[in-house]
């Protein structure tokens, strides 16, 4: 399958400051990249649907000015947690879709809001 | 309201038996099902996709789809401790972006 790399694996960060998380695709151009949080526990829930060159659409009860998704290229999608709280606290995973195939994965991102 | 219900668990099924997981969706329109393999703490890794009504195989797993009843099965044979994980039933409603609708997921524990 296709290799979606998400960095960092896991961050650690003080109550009010801002956090990016990126995720690429390495061997595809992703027209659509996912990005998901997932509680302990819970299932995935997807949090908005970014097009590169265009704005993301976030799924309901999502704050767009929270969290942040710029898909400046085919290869890469970046998610800023803006002025991350500690309910922030969670496993955030993106997802890449190459046109006409499934999507792929991310390594996840464990972050921590101390 | 886009839903995919699955049962919980856990599943608790002995080394070499068959585990029988389940999962039904809500929106008719649903064109692509795919189950995911989470190991506690990592990302989901796909095992199978189906796509089309009746059975899929692939080595030891099988997938099941009945658009009529909206129903989608995983079957696993001979199950080992190191397919214990959470399964995730994923269903695309969301045409060729692949925007997929995930249930809650169901532990299954395989015991030597």
């Known amino acids: 399958g296709a290799v979606v790399s998400q960095h960092p694996s896991r961050v650690i960060c003080k109550s009010g400051t801002s956090v990016k998380i990126e995720c690429r695709s390495l061997?595809?151009?992703?027209?659509?990249m996912f990005w998901y949080r997932q509680f302990p526990k819970q299932s995935l829930m997807l949090m908005a649907t970014?097009?590169?060159?265009?704005?993301?659409?976030?799924e309901q009860g999502v704050e767009k000015d929270k969290f942040l998704i710029n898909h400046a290229s085919l290869t890469l999608s970046t998610l800023t947690v803006t002025s991350a709280h500690p309910e922030d606290s969670s496993f955030y995973i993106c997802s890449a879709s190459r046109q006409g195939t499934e999507a792929f994965f991310g390594q996840g991102t464990r972050l921590t809001v101390v | 309201q886009k839903e995919v219900e699955q049962n919980s668990g856990p599943l608790s099924v002995p080394e070499g038996a068959i585990a029988s997981l389940n999962c039904t969706y809500s929106d008719r329109g649903s064109q692509s099902f795919f189950w995911y393999r989470q190991y506690s703490g990592k990302s989901p890794e796909l095992i199978m996709s189906i796509y089309s009504n009746g059975d899929k195989e692939d080595g030891r797993f099988t997938a099941q789809l009945n658009k009529a009843s909206q129903y989608v099965s995983l079957l696993i044979r001979d199950s080992q401790p190191s397919d214990s994980a959470t399964y995730l039933c994923?269903?695309?409603?969301?045409?060729?972006?692949?925007?997929?609708?995930f249930g809650k997921g169901t532990l299954l524990t395989v015991n030597p």
């Open positions: 970014s097009n590169e060159g265009s704005k993301a659409t976030y």
């Open positions: 994923a269903v695309n409603s969301g045409g060729s972006n692949y925007k997929l609708t």
């Open positions: 061997d595809f151009q992703a027209t659509t």
